[in-house]
Every structure is written in C-alpha cells, then in structure tokens.
C-alpha cells in the first residue's frame, strides 16, 4: 500500500522563479495539505484541498497557489520565489473529509533551496 | 489564535532512561492533540493521538500521553529510551471545530549509549 508520495525530492531555483510540487496521496485518501517547514521549525499549514477546491488557508500570500486534481493528487505553486521559501515542503493526506483531527500521513518532502 | 509550547529545543538522555518531552497548548477549549516524530530525510509519522476520552494515550513504539486539561498540557513519555528513539518530536493541535493543525517548534531528541 503506496503512502504518500512526493516529488521531486530536492530543487534548486532562483530568485523570481517559479516552482511546482506534486503529491499523491496514499490510496484511499482523498483530502490533502500542504505545509511549509523552514529549518529548525515546526510545519506550517499552507493550505488544505478536497474535492479539487482549497477549504482552508494559512497566512501565506498568493504567490502560493493550488491544484487538486479528479484522482485526487495535488499541485503545490509558487510563484516569484524568494530566498525565505526555501524550506521544507511537507504533503499530508487524509480520509475524512476536512476533519483535521483525522491523522495526517505525510510524504518524506520537497526540500526547496532558493539562490 | 491557537499556540503550541514546547519546553526544550534538545532533550538528551541515556539508553534506558525515562524519556520526558513537554508539550503546552494555548487553548481554552480542549483541542485535539497530536504527537508526530520525523526522522532525519523523512516525513512526519503519527505517534498517538487524543481527541475524547480516557486522557492517558498509548502509541506507537512504547510511548504515551496524557492530556491534563487543568493544566493544558500533553506531555510525551516513554519508560526507556532505546537508540532508535533519537529524532525530532513534534506536538500539535487543532481545534475542534475542523481547524488546521498548529504544529510546535520541535524538541530533537538524542540517545546516549
């Protein structure tokens, strides 16, 4: 039973650039999350996606931006990179729908380095 | 707005020895709460979870917390650190009501042989 996958793994990319993450989720999944891990902090929540429409948003800007796809794989936009967005970018499935006591099963993450 | 407090960036200990990592919360209302481990390259893992109620929650790989309301707190414990233990432990919440987990800060735990 695949959990959840991510990729790439690693990206580098220049200030003002822009980057796409892809998720999917573990089967039977069909809720997911993004979160933003800069280094030596906790996860923090980007947004959540269920049945291809974004439910819940942190306090991050619209250069942030989103996609859920039919089979309920996700796309995770940024746009205009800066040096600040390198981090960790953590995907996090679930089954409930919008239930966040539901325990998230997370992918191993995108690490991004911004130059 | 929702708030995690965790006591010690870094825990060490000795193979065997009681493991304590603090965990404080922000809310008024009883949230939901979690205990997660990363390992090094790798993504969150769910260690246990309380949501209602027997407040003492047992996980996985031997480790446990109990929520104490009065003193909004969600310690994790576990008897006996073993070397495969060392990690970075995370504690988070939501509240009810569907909202987004609030993750801590972190505490890195390490195992001296």
């Known amino acids: 039973d695949a959990g959840v996958t991510q990729s790439p793994t690693h990206l580098i990319k220049t200030r003002g650039q822009q980057v796409t993450l892809r998720c999917s989720p573990k089967s039977g999944h069909d809720t997911v999350s993004w979160y933003q891990q800069a280094l030596g902090q906790g996860p923090q929540f980007i947004f959540q996606y269920y049945e291809e429409e974004e439910r819940q948003r942190g306090n991050f800007p619209d250069r942030f931006s989103g996609h859920q796809f039919p089979n309920y794989s996700s796309e995770l936009n940024v746009n205009a990179l800066l040096l600040g967005d390198s981090a960790l970018y953590l995907c996090?499935?679930?089954?409930?729908?919008?239930?966040?006591?539901?325990?998230?099963?997370f992918g191993n993450g995108t690490r991004l380095t911004v130059t | 707005a929702q708030s995690v407090t965790q006591l010690g960036s870094h825990v060490s200990v000795s193979e065997g020895a009681l493991v304590l990592l603090r965990c404080n919360y922000s809310s008024s209302v009883p949230p939901y709460l979690f205990w997660y481990v990363q390992y090094p390259n790798q993504g969150l893992q769910l260690l246990l979870k309380?949501?209602?109620?027997?407040?003492l929650v047992k996980g996985i790989n031997g480790f446990e917390a109990e929520f104490k309301k009065s003193e909004t707190s969600f310690h994790l414990t576990k008897p006996s650190a073993h070397m495969s233990d060392a990690a970075e432990y995370f504690c988070a919440v939501s509240d009810p009501g569907n909202t987004p987990l609030v993750f801590g800060k972190g505490t890195r735990l390490s195992v001296i042989a």
């Open positions: 996090a499935s679930s089954s409930h729908a919008g239930a966040f006591n539901s325990p998230l099963h």
């Open positions: 309380y949501t209602t109620g027997a407040t």
